[in-house]
């Protein structure tokens, strides 16, 4: 995978991650394209088109759109349900996702997506697995939360 | 759950999304970076919370779209921190916003060698990540070495083996020089039989990616891959756990493995071939069962592996039984109400289609395609289907699929009418038994889309009605019938003019179409055409002249109009003053010698295909034969030596580069797809008489036709070794890439400029050369070489030149030459080749003058037999003192006069500038005329040092 990208309805970029060295002028030009290019299908259209000389792969979920462009050789099936997959995981850590949950823990929605996908590969699939991590990460946190509430005596 | 985020920083959303206008934002958000930049630059030194706390509203604000420029440091303070939230937010801001500051990635750098010694997995985790989403050359160099041991460590947990294996894959994307090979490589292919699903599936990425560039040394995974395919299959569906999907067992894994094992031919060994038939027959078979939920995840999971499958199967080429299979599965699915999967039926079957297993099975499926254009409403599932109708057509049914295609074409998106134009040019081209036939396809694509009828297609049509005397005929009628619409396209008008000037005068005995009529018909057309066509038909009138005497007078006055012969156009206005001056001095025979029919087009292939694949990026039109054509040309292009134009002196080339790189570089011999019209610029060439269209001026005309052979002449010596002894000059060329250099040097430092051209019209992605040092130039762990090379823009546009440069330091001598590999994305393919960069050892040479006395005395002195190397050889190239004393100061060393007592003979003297040493080097040339020999001597006081040279200076007499 190239890239991925989550925008909403209205052409907002709400999460984008890319997978190969990109300038940032290329990036916002690519985005810009994609987006129009996306926004303007229509619901029954099939979700893979040719783009350059990439295959885009996309999804919408309620008022966001996940986007994913992958290379000739690469699996388009496969990659709508790594979309899905990701989509649940949100859903599991934030239960029921919304967009809102995206915008206000950008940062988790990126840790999560890390866990999950890596340079642009599928690193793990296990749903338990994944989220294992992230709430890991998350007692850690509260741990050192609690142990310096403790040293502060509160 | 989102205590990660500061409360201010939501409150900041809050605001920011209800900002009512852009402005307002934009107002509020420069507010906040100030705010920010105070508290950064601040006397009070901020606690660790804080920090984090600016640092994460910094990357918010940057992913709403807006430029941050500072923060990277306090970033980087976070990642030292010890507490998991700000290491994680520091690591999170510099993966997003990364930096090319060289102080900084130190510092970045430092930061992550802690936290990957930390043996603390969560730490370990981030660190990798990190490396991962920045995969910069930096960080291949710093880290490339060590990642490899932390994935094949026993004690490794596997969450962080899973990711230290897909950031070497990224590390290897990125920079495949600095990952070291060696016997981690065996010990990551047994990762395929680790026993946690997770590792193997992100070891299953590494082994492929690695797998494609050294295939022997990965071999073993096939095995290993098919019998972990082949325990998935059959496992149960609840077997895997929470790595079943959907019902689906690991369906990421199964795509992987399968896609692993097409970097490979089948197996060998017939048990693992036989297992690894069993899996896809089991995978074809499980198609055929009822849906285990109604769920589309479930079915697109199933489906992805599916689709893998059958990709394996097509890759293998071998099994006529799966491939008929696969062919018939994928039948199913073109009339699935999913619009998904008609959409990949139709992608795959065109790959199935060029298997000669599977090529009639896909055959049957033309009504369901031909269906689909008309009914399907989505135009990236139309494209498909007009793609598989290109793949499916052969003689039995190109008939019936250029007229569908026709047919669509009244009614197709314009953003595809250029590409369905030409496919049925090459169709009816490729296809025509009956020639009529061919002509009347083309004059209907012209009605019907003219203007997306690009050139080359009509060239072509002139091309063949002039190499087959049986359609003349019809064509002439045909034009002319087709000319009589009130409104016709211009491209038919200059086909129409063509025509009927070479070959009106076979349809001039019906009265209907007498020439008076013709010339009327086509001049009634005259002025509401571009000039282009005009200056044809004036061509046309000219020829007229010529084969109706009788409209002479007609065509004369036309030519003597004010609106011709005062034309404001040059071009129009000297044709008519030309050819009305011909037309009166020239007798009959003259003319008829001068305005002769066009002979016979030399057979070339077909422009137009040509026109295509550039469309569509080779490999997605072409056919079965084509196919195993490009393949194996594909394995010689690295190997591939550049032609070189010899005429013109390829520095000249080079300048040219940018302005005309298509026409200005000698095609190479092989070539495919030279356009009609270089056969009208080329003069040496063209041995036409006045073609109308022609460039050709008017001198050109009493020159009839004399054959020179071609002038063009290529050189088959390896552009490499023409370099030894000049710096400047075009080091590669092939159909889309042009490699040009320039370079100088100074005692032991230079400096080469490399010039690449994209000679196509698309542009290049992802366009990475590297400049890499072979093992060979590695002395004890030395770099005997010291290149330095800046990044180039991993876009050129078609047309396009960049330049890179590179910084050399010669360290020490040495043999071997650096190589340049270049990689980028042309179309859809991937390129990738390497060639040899003339950085040789003679480039570091001083010249040193000295007397005949001091020559011989230090040849002397170099007396030992190791210090000496001779070599006897045969010439090469014609014996030419002058020539040969060029080459020799081109070497880098002072050419002596009068030193040697024959003065036939040459001799030379110099230094070798090294980091560490200088060398003195004395050479001497001695010719043999009569015996056509050289012998050549080397005295220098590094063995090596003699034995090189020695090499490099024989190759080139």
Same mark, same amino acid.
């Given at each position: 995978?190239?890239?991925?990208?989550?925008?909403?309805?209205?052409?907002?970029?709400?999460?984008?991650?890319?997978?190969?060295?990109?300038?940032?002028?290329?990036?916002?030009?690519?985005?810009?394209?994609?987006?129009?290019?996306?926004?303007?299908?229509?619901?029954?259209?099939?979700?893979?088109?040719?783009?350059?000389?990439?295959?885009?792969?996309?999804?919408?979920?309620?008022?966001?759109?996940?986007?994913?462009?992958?290379?000739?050789?690469?699996?388009?099936?496969?990659?709508?349900?790594?979309?899905?997959?990701?989509?649940?995981?949100?859903?599991?850590?934030?239960?029921?996702?919304?967009?809102?949950?995206?915008?206000?823990?950008?940062?988790?929605?990126?840790?999560?997506?890390?866990?999950?996908?890596?340079?642009?590969?599928?690193?793990?699939?296990?749903?338990?697995?994944?989220?294992?991590?992230?709430?890991?990460?998350?007692?850690?946190?509260?741990?050192?939360?609690?142990?310096?509430?403790?040293?502060?005596?509160? | 759950?989102?205590?990660?985020?500061?409360?201010?920083?939501?409150?900041?959303?809050?605001?920011?999304?209800?900002?009512?206008?852009?402005?307002?934002?934009?107002?509020?958000?420069?507010?906040?970076?100030?705010?920010?930049?105070?508290?950064?630059?601040?006397?009070?030194?901020?606690?660790?919370?804080?920090?984090?706390?600016?640092?994460?509203?910094?990357?918010?604000?940057?992913?709403?779209?807006?430029?941050?420029?500072?923060?990277?440091?306090?970033?980087?303070?976070?990642?030292?921190?010890?507490?998991?939230?700000?290491?994680?937010?520091?690591?999170?801001?510099?993966?997003?916003?990364?930096?090319?500051?060289?102080?900084?990635?130190?510092?970045?750098?430092?930061?992550?060698?802690?936290?990957?010694?930390?043996?603390?997995?969560?730490?370990?985790?981030?660190?990798?990540?990190?490396?991962?989403?920045?995969?910069?050359?930096?960080?291949?160099?710093?880290?490339?070495?060590?990642?490899?041991?932390?994935?094949?460590?026993?004690?490794?947990?596997?969450?962080?083996?899973?990711?230290?294996?897909?950031?070497?894959?990224?590390?290897?994307?990125?920079?495949?020089?600095?990952?070291?090979?060696?016997?981690?490589?065996?010990?990551?292919?047994?990762?395929?039989?680790?026993?946690?699903?997770?590792?193997?599936?992100?070891?299953?990425?590494?082994?492929?990616?690695?797998?494609?560039?050294?295939?022997?040394?990965?071999?073993?995974?096939?095995?290993?891959?098919?019998?972990?395919?082949?325990?998935?299959?059959?496992?149960?569906?609840?077997?895997?756990?929470?790595?079943?999907?959907?019902?689906?067992?690991?369906?990421?894994?199964?795509?992987?493995?399968?896609?692993?094992?097409?970097?490979?031919?089948?197996?060998?060994?017939?048990?693992?071939?036989?297992?690894?038939?069993?899996?896809?027959?089991?995978?074809?078979?499980?198609?055929?069962?009822?849906?285990?939920?109604?769920?589309?995840?479930?079915?697109?999971?199933?489906?992805?592996?599916?689709?893998?499958?059958?990709?394996?199967?097509?890759?293998?080429?071998?099994?006529?039984?799966?491939?008929?299979?696969?062919?018939?599965?994928?039948?199913?699915?073109?009339?699935?109400?999913?619009?998904?999967?008609?959409?990949?039926?139709?992608?795959?079957?065109?790959?199935? %289609?060029?298997?000669?297993? !599977?090529? $009639?099975?896909?055959?049957?499926? &033309?009504?369901? +395609? /031909? @269906?689909?254009?008309?009914?399907?409403?989505?135009?990236?599932?139309?494209?498909?289907?007009?793609?598989?109708?290109?793949?499916?057509?052969?003689?039995?049914?190109?008939?019936?699929?250029?007229?569908?295609?026709?047919?669509?074409?009244?009614?197709?998106?314009?953003?595809?009418?250029?590409?369905?134009?030409?496919?049925?040019?090459?169709?009816?081209?490729?296809?025509?038994?009956?020639?009529?036939?061919?002509?009347?396809?083309?004059?209907?694509?012209?009605?019907? %889309?003219?203007?997306?009828? !690009?050139? $080359?297609?009509?060239?072509?049509? &002139?091309?063949? +009605? /002039? @190499?087959?005397?049986?359609?003349?005929?019809?064509?002439?009628?045909?034009?002319?019938?087709?000319?009589?619409?009130?409104?016709?396209?211009?491209?038919?008008?200059?086909?129409?003019?063509?025509?009927?000037?070479?070959?009106?005068?076979?349809?001039?005995?019906?009265?209907?179409?007498?020439?008076?009529?013709?010339?009327?018909?086509?001049?009634?057309?005259?002025?509401?055409?571009?000039?282009?066509?005009?200056?044809?038909?004036?061509?046309?009138?000219?020829?007229?002249?010529?084969?109706?005497?009788?409209?002479?007078?007609?065509?004369?006055?036309?030519?003597?109009?004010?609106?011709?012969?005062?034309?404001?156009?040059?071009?129009?206005?000297?044709?008519?003053?030309?050819?009305?001056?011909?037309?009166?001095?020239?007798?009959?025979?003259?003319?008829?010698?001068?305005?002769?029919?066009?002979?016979?087009?030399?057979?070339?292939?077909?422009?137009?295909?040509?026109?295509?694949?550039?469309?569509?990026?080779?490999?997605?039109?072409?056919?079965?034969?084509?196919?195993?054509?490009?393949?194996?040309?594909?394995?010689?292009?690295?190997?591939?030596?550049?032609?070189?134009?010899?005429?013109?002196?390829?520095?000249?080339?080079?300048?040219?580069?940018?302005?005309?790189?298509?026409?200005?570089?000698?095609?190479?011999?092989?070539?495919?797809?030279?356009?009609?019209?270089?056969?009208?610029?080329?003069?040496?060439?063209?041995?036409?008489?006045?073609?109308?269209?022609?460039?050709?001026?008017?001198?050109?005309?009493?020159?009839?036709?004399?054959?020179?052979?071609?002038?063009?002449?290529?050189?088959?010596?390896?552009?490499?070794?023409?370099?030894?002894?000049?710096?400047?000059?075009?080091?590669?060329?092939?159909?889309?890439?042009?490699?040009?250099?320039?370079?100088?040097?100074?005692?032991?430092?230079?400096?080469?400029?490399?010039?690449?051209?994209?000679?196509?019209?698309?542009?290049?992605?992802?366009?990475?050369?590297?400049?890499?040092?072979?093992?060979?130039?590695?002395?004890?762990?030395?770099?005997?070489?010291?290149?330095?090379?800046?990044?180039?823009?991993?876009?050129?546009?078609?047309?396009?030149?960049?330049?890179?440069?590179?910084?050399?330091?010669?360290?020490?001598?040495?043999?071997?030459?650096?190589?340049?590999?270049?990689?980028?994305?042309?179309?859809?393919?991937?390129?990738?080749?390497?060639?040899?960069?003339?950085?040789?050892?003679?480039?570091?040479?001083?010249?040193?003058?000295?007397?005949?006395?001091?020559?011989?005395?230090?040849?002397?002195?170099?007396?030992?037999?190791?210090?000496?190397?001779?070599?006897?050889?045969?010439?090469?190239?014609?014996?030419?003192?002058?020539?040969?004393?060029?080459?020799?100061?081109?070497?880098?060393?002072?050419?002596?006069?009068?030193?040697?007592?024959?003065?036939?003979?040459?001799?030379?003297?110099?230094?070798?500038?090294?980091?560490?040493?200088?060398?003195?080097?004395?050479?001497?040339?001695?010719?043999?005329?009569?015996?056509?020999?050289?012998?050549?001597?080397?005295?220098?006081?590094?063995?090596?040092?003699?034995?090189?040279?020695?090499?490099?200076?024989?190759?080139?007499?």
């Amino acid at each position: 995978m190239q890239f991925m990208l989550l925008f909403s309805r209205q052409g907002k970029l709400r999460l984008q991650k890319w997978y190969v060295p990109l300038s940032d002028k290329e990036k916002k030009k690519i985005t810009r394209e994609l987006v129009q290019t996306v926004l303007a299908r229509k619901p029954k259209m099939c979700s893979f088109l040719e783009w350059r000389d990439l295959k885009i792969v996309y999804k919408r979920y309620a008022s966001l759109y996940f986007c994913c462009a992958i290379e000739d050789q690469d699996n388009e099936l496969i990659t709508l349900e790594i979309i899905h997959r990701y989509v649940e995981l949100l859903d599991k850590y934030f239960g029921s996702v919304c967009e809102l949950d995206i915008i206000f823990n950008f940062e988790k929605a990126y840790f999560i997506l890390d866990e999950f996908l890596l340079g642009g590969e599928v690193q793990e699939t296990s749903k338990k697995n994944v989220l294992k991590a992230i709430e890991q990460a998350d007692l850690l946190q509260e741990v050192i939360l609690r142990s310096v509430l403790r040293s502060l005596n509160v | 759950m989102t205590e990660g985020c500061p409360k201010h920083c939501i409150l900041m959303c809050v605001l920011l999304i209800s900002g009512k206008s852009k402005e307002a934002e934009i107002k509020r958000i420069n507010k906040e970076l100030a705010n920010i930049r105070s508290k950064f630059k601040g006397d009070k030194a901020l606690d660790g919370y804080s920090k984090k706390k600016y640092v994460c509203k910094l990357l918010f604000i940057f992913l709403l779209g807006h430029d941050i420029d500072f923060g990277h440091m306090e970033a980087v303070n976070l990642l030292s921190s010890n507490r998991y939230t700000e290491k994680q937010i520091g690591y999170l801001f510099i993966s997003v916003l990364v930096n090319s500051n060289s102080e900084l990635i130190r510092l970045i750098n430092n930061a992550i060698k802690n936290d990957l010694a930390s043996r603390n997995p969560t730490f370990m985790g981030l660190a990798l990540h990190c490396i991962a989403n920045v995969g910069s050359r930096e960080m291949a160099e710093a880290f490339a070495g060590e990642i490899p041991k932390i994935l094949v460590a026993g004690d490794t947990m596997d969450s962080v083996k899973q990711s230290a294996a897909l950031c070497l894959l990224r590390l290897y994307r990125t920079s495949p020089d600095l990952v070291p090979m060696g016997d981690w490589t065996s010990r990551v292919v047994h990762l395929l039989n680790d026993q946690h699903l997770g590792v193997v599936t992100a070891a299953t990425s590494l082994i492929t990616t690695l797998a494609q560039k050294n295939p022997e040394e990965f071999k073993t995974s096939v095995s290993l891959a098919v019998s972990r395919l082949s325990r998935i299959v059959t496992s149960a569906s609840t077997d895997l756990q929470d790595y079943t999907y959907y019902f689906v067992p690991a369906p990421w894994l199964s795509v992987k493995l399968l896609r692993l094992l097409q970097c490979y031919p089948p197996p060998e060994d017939p048990a693992v071939r036989g297992r690894l038939t069993e899996c896809l027959e089991t995978i074809l078979n499980k198609a055929q069962e009822p849906p285990k939920s109604k769920k589309v995840q479930h079915s697109n999971a199933k489906n992805a592996v599916l689709f893998e499958a059958i990709s394996l199967i097509i890759h293998h080429d071998s099994e006529p039984n799966l491939l008929v299979r696969a062919c018939n599965q994928l039948g199913q699915f073109l009339q699935h109400r999913e619009t998904n999967l008609r959409y990949l039926a139709l992608e795959s079957m065109c790959t199935l %289609a060029s298997s000669e297993f !599977s090529h $009639e099975a896909v055959k049957t499926h &033309i009504e369901t +395609v /031909i @269906n689909a254009l008309k009914t399907e409403r989505d135009v990236s599932v139309r494209q498909r289907a007009v793609d598989l109708l290109y793949a499916m057509c052969d003689r039995s049914n190109a008939q019936q699929i250029v007229a569908e295609m026709l047919n669509y074409l009244e009614t197709a998106d314009y953003s595809i009418r250029e590409e369905i134009v030409l496919k049925v040019a090459i169709l009816a081209e490729k296809y025509a038994v009956d020639y009529t036939w061919y002509v009347d396809t083309i004059l209907n694509l012209i009605r019907i %889309a003219g203007d997306y009828v !690009s050139e $080359e297609v009509w060239y072509r049509v &002139i091309q063949i +009605v /002039i @190499n087959r005397d049986d359609v003349q005929g019809y064509a002439a009628k045909t034009v002319f019938e087709a000319l009589q619409a009130p409104a016709c396209h211009e491209n038919l008008v200059k086909v129409g003019g063509y025509i009927l000037g070479e070959f009106g005068n076979l349809i001039a005995g019906d009265p209907r179409s007498s020439p008076l009529i013709q010339f009327n018909l086509l001049h009634s057309k005259f002025h509401l055409c571009s000039v282009p066509t005009r200056a044809l038909l004036l061509s046309t009138y000219i020829k007229f002249v010529n084969l109706f005497p009788e409209i002479k007078t007609t065509i004369q006055d036309v030519l003597r109009s004010d609106s011709q012969l005062k034309n404001a156009d040059v071009e129009l206005q000297q044709r008519a003053v030309e050819y009305l001056r011909l037309s009166t001095i020239a007798s009959t025979d003259i003319l008829a010698t001068v305005l002769e029919e066009m002979p016979p087009f030399p057979e070339r292939e077909s422009s137009i295909l040509a026109k295509l694949k550039k469309k569509k990026g080779p490999g997605t039109v072409t056919d079965l034969e084509e196919i195993k054509k490009e393949r194996s040309s594909d394995m010689n292009g690295s190997a591939e030596p550049a032609s070189v134009n010899s005429t013109p002196s390829p520095s000249a080339d080079l300048l040219g580069l940018g302005a005309a790189p298509l026409t200005n570089s000698a095609p190479p011999p092989s070539s495919s797809g030279s356009l009609l019209v270089d056969v009208f610029s080329d003069s040496a060439s063209a041995v036409a008489p006045l073609a109308p269209g022609s460039d050709d001026n008017f001198n050109n005309l009493s020159v009839k036709t004399e054959k020179k052979p071609h002038a063009i002449t290529f050189s088959f010596v390896p552009a490499y070794s023409m370099f030894v002894c000049k710096n400047n000059g075009v080091l590669f060329e092939n159909q889309l890439l042009q490699i040009g250099l320039k370079s100088e040097f100074r005692q032991n430092l230079g400096r080469m400029f490399i010039f690449y051209g994209n000679k196509t019209s698309t542009q290049f992605l992802n366009f990475t050369p590297t400049v890499i040092c072979s093992d060979d130039l590695f002395l004890n762990h030395f770099l005997c070489l010291n290149l330095q090379t800046k990044p180039v823009d991993p876009t050129v546009d078609g047309g396009a030149q960049v330049q890179q440069v590179v910084n050399i330091e010669c360290v020490s001598d040495f043999m071997e030459a650096p190589i340049l590999n270049i990689q980028f994305r042309y179309g859809g393919t991937f390129q990738n080749l390497s060639v040899k960069l003339p950085i040789t050892l003679n480039k570091f040479f001083q010249p040193t003058e000295m007397s005949s006395q001091d020559f011989f005395q230090r040849w002397k002195q170099l007396s030992n037999p190791k210090q000496e190397v001779q070599n006897i050889f045969k010439a090469k190239h014609p014996m030419d003192a002058e020539i040969t004393k060029a080459k020799i100061i081109g070497f880098g060393s002072a050419l002596l006069e009068e030193v040697d007592p024959n003065p036939a003979n040459f001799v030379g003297a110099g230094i070798i500038h090294t980091k560490t040493t200088q060398i003195g080097c004395l050479l001497r040339l001695e010719p043999n005329l009569q015996a056509q020999m050289y012998r050549l001597t080397l005295r220098t006081s590094k063995e090596a040092v003699s034995q090189r040279l020695c090499e490099l200076l024989s190759e080139q007499f």
